[in-house]
Each structure stands twice: as C-alpha cells, then as structure tokens.
C-alpha cells in the first residue's frame, strides 16, 4: 500500500533528482549571445595595432562577424613593409627566407593554421581556408604554399631591401644560432632609447573581436623572430598557445618570445584563468608569472606579453617587461592606445 510515509520519500527523492539535472543541463547549455548584452569592440597588440582594428572595425560597425572582422584587420600591418615582424617585409630567417606563421578561431571553437609559409602575402587568409575547406588545423611549409597557390594565392617575394639590408648586415657578426630577442637588440644598436615594443619595434600582432552579436573570435599573424633558425615555428600559428578563442568565456593571444608562450600553452591558460572568475589584467598577469617563475633567469631578458578579452567586453593585457602597448577600438574611440603593465 502507498502510504503517506512512501508519498513523502518518493517525492523528495524525485526532487533531488530534477534539481540535480537541471544543474547538470544548466552547466554542458553554451551561453547564448542574446544572454549577453555587449557592444562590439576590437583590441590588438602594439601601436600598429591601431590602423589594423580600424580596418576591422569597417566590418564590425556593419553587423558583420567578428571572424571577417580580425581577418581584415590584420591585413593591415601583413600588407606593411615598414612593418618588419609582420608578413610583407618582415626581417628573414638566417638563411634569408622570410616565414609567416598565422593562425584565425572563430565562436564556434573552429581553427585553422599556416606555419613556415613563404610568399603569400596574407597567410591569416590561407589559415582561414585550412579552417573551412580542409579537416585539418594547420598546414606547413610547401604544403602550406602549395595549398595557398592551389586556392588562387598569389606568389610574391616578401623579402623588402630595406630587410635585406639589415639581413646582410647581421650575417657580417652573426652567429649559426637565432638570438633571443635579436629585434630589440638590432634597433637599440642603432638607438638605444628605443625600447621593445614601442613604434620602432614591433612583434607579432595579436587581435581579437567581439561583434554585434556577442560572438567572439581572433586572428595571429607574424614573420616570426628575425634571423631564426629555418623551420623555426614559435607561438603564433598554435592554437591555445598564440591564440585562443571560448565564445563562453572569452579569447587570448600573446606577443613575443613564441617558445616560453608555447612551453606555458599562454593563451589557453589566460581563458581557463577568466573562465574560474579572474579578470582579463590579472588572468594575463597569472600567465606572465608562470613563465618568470618557472624561468627567473630567462626572463629578465625576453619579452612576453598577453591581451585578453572576456564576454562582458571586458579587456586587459600584462607583460614580462616595459614596453608593451595595445590598442582599443569601439564605436566612442578607434585610436585608443594603452601602455600594458608589465613585472619589470
């Protein structure tokens, strides 16, 4: 017989369950755009930064999504041969050769990468097509070119005179071995006031884009450091390394020495920091002093910075050393320059 006692037990067991799985349903359900009431916004690293998020911002400001938003954004400093760490014109390995690295992640946590790839102008767009016309996640090398030419990419050389001419010039004392940070200590030679990062030198750009619809995504691209060894493949191309992208939670990228960012898996660790609660600044700060503290002696001397967005449109960056610098954009201010802090 179903007496009162059984009625009572049953009920509350019944309870348990459905307060139980609704908990369960609630944490694997993804958090919808429409639950986030964000403005769209750009941030990249370094000053160059700038020209590069007001070209994505061309898109942004139309409804457009955030994908082809950082995509052409970055075309910007990848087309710029003033630009000497970033595609056309960037300073050669120590053989000569000029290798882009890229990588591009969207909201839906779909990737795509180029590594060592020689001259095509814009590999953010050859790791674009990796993403949506192949199951793979990166391309490399010959392959990648041939890939990048098979899909109507034009083939150029990206080694300018001006980084020709500084290319000699480094073999004149050089080294067989890639010197860290060589591109701080090739300019301040000829200026010592001219600090890493600042306009007189540049990194990897990094940027990442929030649009219209709460979505988020990113896009790194670089020529990597200057007279590397050939085949030498940093940070920038990996994904959870030089870029990463949770549409719940936020995205993340890095800027500088790619091999301590790589050893650390930088930007995955900065979006896992966000999703436990902190704040993009401190979740980049965390980031940074698990590379000095692992390498103290390492890092006095080398560069590493990272820039982080979350969902709330909240955005912030933190550095190894000075020097280190992002750029803002959003539909108030396009040119907004801010200096990142840094340990030293």
């Known amino acids: 017989m179903f007496n009162r006692r059984k009625f009572i037990k049953t009920t509350a067991i019944s309870a348990s369950l459905l307060a139980i799985d609704k908990k369960s349903i609630a944490g694997i359900i993804p958090t919808t755009s429409a639950s986030v009431d964000v403005k769209p916004i750009v941030i990249s690293t370094w000053d160059f930064g700038i020209a590069a998020n007001q070209a994505a911002w061309k898109v942004l400001s139309k409804g457009g999504r955030a994908l082809d938003a950082v995509e052409q954004g970055v075309h910007v400093p990848e087309a710029d041969p003033k630009n000497q760490s970033v595609g056309y014109g960037g300073l050669p390995d120590r053989d000569g050769h000029v290798t882009l690295d890229a990588c591009i992640m969207d909201e839906q946590g779909n990737c795509g990468s180029v590594a060592g790839l020689e001259y095509i102008m814009h590999p953010i767009s050859v790791a674009r097509l990796v993403m949506e016309k192949t199951p793979h996640v990166m391309l490399v090398g010959d392959g990648a070119l041939q890939f990048a030419l098979e899909n109507g990419f034009k083939k150029e050389n990206l080694l300018t005179k001006e980084s020709e001419k500084a290319w000699k010039e480094w073999l004149k004392t050089a080294k067989y071995a890639p010197v860290m940070n060589i591109e701080n200590k090739l300019y301040q030679k000829a200026a010592p006031t001219k600090l890493p990062g600042n306009q007189y030198n540049h990194d990897t750009i990094g940027m990442l884009a929030i649009d219209a619809k709460g979505n988020i995504s990113g896009a790194c691209t670089t020529s990597g450091m200057a007279y590397k060894l050939h085949g030498r493949v940093g940070d920038s191309p990996i994904i959870g390394a030089g870029l990463y992208v ?7 990228t890095s800027t500088g020495v790619g091999e301590e960012v790589i050893r650390n898996v930088g930007s995955f660790l900065v979006v896992e920091l966000m999703r436990q609660g902190y704040s993009p ?27 982080a967005i979350n969902k709330k449109g909240e955005y912030g960056a933190y550095a190894i050393q000075k020097g280190f610098s992002y750029a803002v954009c959003t539909e108030q201010k396009d040119d907004l320059l801010i200096p990142g802090k840094s340990y030293y």
């Open 246 to 252: 949770d549409n719940e939670v936020g995205g993340a």
């Open 281 to 307: 600044e401190d979740a980049c700060k965390e980031a940074v002093m698990r590379i000095i503290k692992k390498k103290p002696e390492t890092a006095k001397v080398i560069q590493v910075g990272f820039l």
